[in-house]
Structures are given as structure tokens and as C-alpha cells.
């Protein structure tokens, strides 16, 4: 970037890319248009955070991700995404000079009511409007987006996607609830049955969906496939105590061990449940698969 470009910059950690998100990112691209500026974003790459509670499996949307989303959705053309250990120590006054003045080029700051900034997160949105008034720096606070007088947030939707509303989670965020992983060779239980699927291990940081079996959708070399996809402990048949991820791909054919394949999760279609036997499974799949294709057509009616 053009280090005399001053920037219209939106700031957040951006996971899950729901509708609140967007309100804040569009409302610093309005600004860039408004104000000839650079439209920017501010955001923290996920992989050196500290846990959330305690916890590590809580990411809803990859750095990847993000970036994709705010160069092609927003046109965002400029992002400043350092790691957490980089920034860490610098208080809220330093973070202010340091990142958003000598890095960004500030001209214009827009973040959520909730933001923080600094050593422990000791700096929030008001402190944040009085750095930027001392400085002649244009600021705006965002207000959240409200639906069922609830506010929208990343909390939300991992507790969503945990409790298995995945449907309710994707229409709030500007990409479906998904999962990329390497595929790997399973137990091929599947393939004895006419329904062969592609075993995959969830990323141990990604938050993890509610057990069961799900209305899924993949996408490869361009064409959308309908999709089965089973979260759990395998009960099918035999159980063992590994929690991994298997899709059946409708309408596809072929060998996929060896790629990294995204799977959307659409809708929770059941509980997973151990079966008496193949037959009875079978007899099962062939329910889920007529429900996903149904799920799958309705999603895409909505989109068109």
C-alpha cells in the first residue's frame, strides 16, 4: 500500500463473518468512497490467541477465509493481520501510535460497541474515540445488528453450530458453517453398502458441531454436490471413541484421500445412533440422502 494513502479501516477479529461484521466493514468502506480513502481492515490471526475460556476449539472462520470474504465481498484492497504475540505487550495508547497510526494510516476507525485493544484488553471503544479526537481522526462506532432482540455475535454462533443449528447459524453469517480438512482413509464400512464416504478429522481449533448426521453440500472442480455428513464416534455398526467427520458425496464418484475438501454443513438431519445392522443402516442412509437432496435444492432456490 501507498504509505501516504490514508485508510478507512474496520476493526475486529471478524470470526464467523456474520451480518454484524458486514454492518461494521461496510460502514468503513463507505467511508473510504466517502472520503477518497483506502478501505482497510484491522484484524488478529487466530492461530497465536490464547484460549477462549479455556478452551481452543472455538474458530468458526480460517484466516484464509477471512481474507477471501473481505477482498471479494467488501473490496476491502488493504489488511493488517499480525499475530497475536506480536502486539501483545503494547499498551492501548502504543497499539493506537504504533498499529493503527504508523502501520494503517488512519483516516477514518470504525469498530463494534464491544472492540478491545491493548495489553489485556484494556482499551475499548470509548478510549479508542478519545485517541482518535485527540489526533483529528475520524471514528465511528457501529452499533450491532439486533435479530429477535438479540445481538448478533460470534458467542452466539458458536453456541448455535454447538448445539447443531447450523441452518439458523448460516443465515447470520456470510458464509455457511464449514470445516476443511485433508481426507484420509477410513474403515470403507461404506463402500460395502453403495454409500462410500471421505473420512476427515476436524481441525482441533475449529469450534465443533453438535454430534450427528447433517444435510452437507462440497464443492469440487466447480460443481456443487449434495452431501451426508456424520460428526461423531462411527456407532454406526462398531463403535470406538474416535470423533472424526465422514461425507457421502451424492452423485460423485472418484478418490479424494490425499485433498483438502470443504464441507458446508446446510441442516441437523438426526442424532447419530448404532444400528442392528448393515441392512438397517442402509435402509437409514437412504432416508438421510433422499432428506439432504431436498435440503440442498431448497437452499439453492434461495439463493437464486
Known amino acids: 500500500m501507498d504509505g501516504k494513502a ?8 471478524f470470526d464467523g463473518m456474520h451480518i454484524g461484521h458486514a454492518a461494521v466493514i461496510s460502514a468503513a468502506c463507505r467511508a473510504a468512497e466517502r472520503y477518497g480513502f483506502t478501505p482497510a481492515a484491522f484484524m488478529i490471526r487466530e492461530a497465536a490467541l490464547p484460549k477462549f475460556g479455556g478452551r481452543t476449539d472455538v474458530f468458526m472462520t480460517t484466516y484464509e477465509d477471512k481474507v477471501a470474504l473481505l477482498e ?7 489488511i493488517y493481520a499480525p ?3 506480536d502486539i501483545r505487550g503494547l499498551s492501548p495508547e502504543e497499539f493506537f501510535e504504533r498499529v493503527l497510526k504508523d502501520i494503517m494510516n488512519i483516516g477514518y476507525v470504525c469498530c463494534g460497541e464491544d472492540f478491545r485493544f491493548g495489553k489485556d484488553g484494556a482499551g475499548n471503544a470509548e478510549l479508542l474515540r478519545e485517541l482518535c479526537g485527540r489526533s483529528g481522526i475520524a471514528f465511528e462506532i457501529v452499533p450491532p445488528v439486533r435479530i429477535n432482540d438479540e445481538t448478533v455475535s460470534s458467542t452466539m454462533l458458536r453456541a448455535m453450530i454447538r448445539e447443531g443449528r447450523v441452518a439458523e447459524a448460516d443465515s447470520l453469517m456470510l458464509r455457511p458453517v464449514s470445516y476443511i480438512a485433508t481426507v484420509t482413509k477410513g474403515r470403507q464400512l461404506g463402500r ?7 473420512n476427515q478429522v476436524i481441525p482441533d481449533n475449529a469450534v465443533r458441531a453438535k454430534r450427528g448426521v447433517y444435510a452437507s453440500r462440497v464443492m469440487l472442480d466447480g460443481a456443487r454436490y449434495p452431501a451426508i455428513t456424520n460428526i461423531g464416534v462411527k456407532p454406526t455398526v462398531k463403535s470406538d471413541d474416535t470423533e472424526n467427520m465422514e461425507t457421502h458425496l451424492i452423485g460423485f464418484d472418484g478418490d479424494l484421500y490425499g485433498l483438502k475438501v470443504r464441507v458446508c454443513l446446510l441442516d441437523y438431519i438426526r442424532d447419530e445412533r448404532k444400528f442392528g ?10 432416508s438421510d440422502r433422499n432428506t439432504s437432496i431436498s435440503i440442498f435444492n431448497e437452499r439453492l432456490k434461495a439463493l437464486s
Open 72 to 78: 471479494r465481498h467488501f473490496g476491502i484492497n488493504y
Open 277 to 286: 445392522s448393515l441392512e438397517e443402516l442402509k435402509a437409514q442412509l437412504i
Open 83 to 85: 499475530y497475536f504475540e
Open 6 to 13: 490514508k485508510t478507512a479501516a474496520a476493526l475486529g477479529f
Open 192 to 198: 460395502t453398502i453403495g454409500f462410500p464416504t471421505m
